[in-house]
C-alpha cells in the first residue's frame, strides 16, 4: 500500500536553531498538504501545494516558517529560528489529482518536533 | 471561517457498550464532511465521508455517521465497541463550493475503550 514518507520521525532541537522536516507524498498525488498539531488539539493547516505551487498559507507563520515543493514532487517545512511554542507534531498529506478526487486525504505518520 | 467543535474530549467505555460522538461545524455553505481516526502509534486514516445523498454514511469497522444540516452535525455512532477502537477520533470539513481539499479538524475526542 502505497504511503506519504516524512522523516524525520522524531526532532529535538534548542530554540533559536533551524529544523527541517521532509514529505515524500504517494507517486502522482498532485496536491500536498503541511498540518501541525498540538497536543491535545486538531491538526491545523499551514501550507497547501498544487504541483509546485502554493495554493494556500496563509495559516503559516511567515516570519520563522517555509516551505517548498520545487519540482511538484516532495516537500521541505523550515523552521528558522525555532521557538519553543513551535513544539508539535507536523503532519504532511497528500491527495490525488481533482478529476481523481475522492475527499480522502492520506497522512504520513508525521515527525514529532520538541523544543528546548 | 469555517470552525469544527467536538464537545466530547475524553470518552471511556466498556466493551459492547454504544458509542456516539458528537461533531458540529459552523460554516453555512455546502461541506463535505469526514470522520478520522488515529490509533495508537498510527498515522490518520479515513473513517468515512459524506458528499452528498443518503444522510446515513457508513464506514469502516462498523462505524456510522448522520448527517443532520439544519443542525450543523456529523455524530459517529457504533453499536457496540471493541477494545480495538481506542483511538482519537477526528471530524474534519471542507468546503465544496470554493472547491478547497484542505480540512479544517475538530480538536478530537479520545476514546478508551475498556475490556
Known amino acids: 500500500e502505497a504511503e506519504v514518507a516524512q522523516s524525520p520521525r522524531y526532532k529535538i532541537t534548542e530554540k533559536s536553531q533551524a529544523v527541517a522536516f521532509w514529505c515524500d507524498p504517494i507517486?502522482?498525488?498532485?496536491?500536498l498538504y503541511w498540518y501541525r498539531q498540538i497536543l491535545g488539539q486538531g491538526p491545523e493547516l499551514l501550507v497547501q501545494?498544487?504541483?509546485?505551487?502554493?495554493?494556500?498559507d496563509s495559516q503559516l507563520p511567515k516570519d520563522r516558517f517555509s516551505a517548498e515543493r520545487l519540482k511538484g514532487v516532495d516537500s521541505t517545512l523550515k523552521i528558522q529560528p525555532a521557538e519553543l511554542g513551535d513544539s508539535a507534531m507536523y503532519l504532511c498529506?497528500?491527495?490525488?489529482?481533482?478529476?481523481?478526487?475522492?475527499?480522502?486525504?492520506?497522512f504520513g505518520e508525521g515527525s514529532r518536533l520538541t523544543v528546548l | 471561517a469555517q470552525s469544527v467543535s467536538q464537545h466530547n474530549h475524553h470518552v471511556i467505555l466498556s466493551e459492547a457498550a454504544s458509542l456516539e460522538l458528537g461533531c458540529n461545524y459552523s460554516?453555512?455553505?455546502?461541506?463535505?464532511l469526514f470522520w478520522y481516526v488515529q490509533y495508537p502509534g498510527q498515522h490518520l486514516q479515513l473513517l468515512l465521508k459524506y458528499f452528498s445523498g443518503d444522510p446515513l454514511v457508513k464506514g469502516i469497522k462498523g462505524f456510522e455517521a448522520e448527517f443532520i444540516k439544519s443542525k450543523f452535525s456529523f455524530n459517529l455512532r457504533k453499536p457496540s465497541v471493541q477494545w480495538s477502537d481506542t483511538a482519537e477520533y477526528f471530524c474534519?470539513?471542507?468546503?465544496?463550493?470554493?472547491?478547497?481539499?484542505?480540512?479544517?479538524f475538530g480538536s478530537g475526542t479520545r476514546l478508551q475503550v475498556q475490556p
Open positions: 498529506a497528500s491527495s490525488p489529482r481533482q478529476g481523481e478526487y475522492t475527499g480522502e486525504l492520506f
Open positions: 507517486s502522482g498525488h498532485a496536491t
Open positions: 501545494f498544487q504541483d509546485e505551487s502554493v495554493v494556500d
Open positions: 460554516y453555512g455553505g455546502t461541506v463535505n
Open positions: 474534519a470539513v471542507n468546503e465544496r463550493s470554493r472547491g478547497r481539499r484542505a480540512l479544517t
